[in-house]
């Protein structure tokens, strides 16, 4: 489906990131992968995602938190592979604190790699699409770009700040074959979450079952996490030819929790 397509996805070195790039690799699109990984684990990750999908896979590391690195990155992926057809802007941070209590620097920090980097990247993946007349833009905001929950007040900033980020950038580019998606999942089963829930077993005294469904999940009335895979092949249908009048729109894929 995408075969002579390369595709950039950033922080895609594991969770919904690498879940995304393996989805649009097996889709037939040259991926370069995204993240902190050391050297050898970065090229035992590349080595495997190419010898799986048959696809070239490169990697490059970039300090997204730093413009001039997150546009070095779209820029090494044009050398690799001469254009940057699809970007899906996946990385970022989270840290919860009261807003009287937020250190100064981790809020810099965090919007520095949820906001800001979307717009490098963005600018500077722009001029291959619209030289090539195609481009899918995916920036993967969360259920938090539509509501908002208590000590997360940054957070929910930055992701709704993408969502409209998104909203104008498919308006300006509406006409060139370009399309630009925010897809907002609810909490996804990632490693990072899975840590979240032995902590709250801990602080709570209770079953790592009753954390789920009591403490994480209390907001989305499935009571299941998301998937990786679910949210990838989300953004794989946006990245398709059956999706070129889908722009500009906010995707939920949360478990009904912004349906209350």
Known sequence: MLAGRTALVTGSTSGIGLAVARALAKAGARVMLNGSR???DAEAL?????????????????????????????EATIAAFGSVDILVNNAGIQHVAAVDAFPDDTWDQLIALNLSSVFH?????LPSMKARGWGRIVNIASAHGV????????YT????????????????????????NALCPGYVRTPLVEKQVADQAKVHNLPEDRVIREVI????????????DEVAAFTLFLCSDAA???????QLIDGGWTAR
């Open 38 to 40: 050391t050297a050898a």
């Open 244 to 250: 070129r009048s889908v722009t500009g729109s906010v």
């Open 147 to 154: 509501v908002a929950s208590p000590f997360k007040a940054p």
């Open 121 to 125: 990247t963005t600018k500077a993946a």
């Open 46 to 74: 590349r080595a495997e995602l190419a010898a799986s999908t048959g696809v070239e896979v490169a990697y490059t590391q970039a300090n997204l938190a730093q413009g001039a690195s997150a546009r070095a990155l779209v």
């Open 217 to 228: 999940l209390a907001a989305q009335p499935t009571r299941q996490f998301v998937e990786a």
């Open 157 to 180: 900033a930055s992701k709704h700040a993408v969502v409209g980020f998104s909203k104008a950038v498919a308006l300006e580019v509406a006409e060139q074959g370009i399309t630009c």
